[in-house]
């Protein structure tokens, strides 16, 4: 069912301010086992360079807070699991690569140098905060399939390379796992005209197709 965390419930008076928050949490207290989610960085039109800029300019102390939590409630066999997602507005990147300053922008090695970027940076608070760097781990996903688009390629290439190069890496290719045939034939683009978005359907179908292929890797 869809679930819906409002910090008022349904037909009360509006939050009335002043109202601060660090963070809330919703939790199953029925599970003893599971996944927890959390949503680092989020937000329409950003590329990998956006998230690797956004990330470095976020003070040690606030991002060592977000990481606490998110270990916080696990057992001692701590696993976290960052998943790095993005390509379709990498293509529009006109911006120097974060660290090296590579350009195009937009090209694979830049994309790949935006992608280290943002593991290093992860990798420096676990440093920084003396937690075990092994429980911490990195996954590289280029964003689905459009037909004919050699740029997403080149990314899904850089993608499986950094996953090789790099320690506690993967990768999964939604190309391989869901095509833009099949994306289009079962109508899970959000439009006939709109490809760089998927229906509610085709996220659902995609992930799941996603996490079958990781599962089948263990």
């Given at each position: ?38 949503t ?7 590329s990998?360079?956006d ?93 689905h ?51 760089n ?12 197709r996603?996490?079958?292929?990781i599962?089948?890797?263990?």
């Amino acid at each position: 069912y869809s679930l819906g965390f409002r910090y008022v419930g349904a037909g009360e008076p509006n939050l009335q301010a002043p109202f601060f928050s660090l963070y809330s949490r919703a939790e199953n207290l029925d599970r003893q086992t599971g996944f927890s989610f959390s949503t680092l960085h989020y937000g329409g039109g950003y590329s990998a360079r956006d998230m690797a800029e956004a990330l470095d300019s976020t003070d040690d102390e606030t991002l060592s807070q977000y990481f606490k939590e998110v270990r916080r409630l696990q057992g001692p066999d701590k696993k976290v699991l960052i998943r790095i997602n993005s390509g379709l507005n990498d293509r529009n990147e006109l911006s120097p690569s974060y660290m090296l300053g590579i350009v195009p922008g937009n090209s694979r090695e830049a994309f790949g140098d935006n992608v280290r970027s943002i593991v290093t940076r992860i990798e420096s608070i676990w440093i920084l905060n003396g937690w075990d760097i092994d429980e911490l781990y990195f996954l590289i996903v280029v964003s689905h399939d459009v037909s004919g688009d050699m740029q997403l390629e080149e990314y899904r290439s850089e993608a499986e390379q950094l996953a090789s190069d790099l320690p506690r890496t993967a990768s999964v290719n939604l190309a391989s796992v869901a095509s833009a045939y099949t994306i289009f034939q079962n109508n899970w683009y959000v439009s006939p005209n709109d490809f760089n978005h998927l229906s509610v359907e085709g996220y659902e179908k995609i992930s799941t197709r996603e996490l079958d292929a990781i599962i089948s890797c263990i």
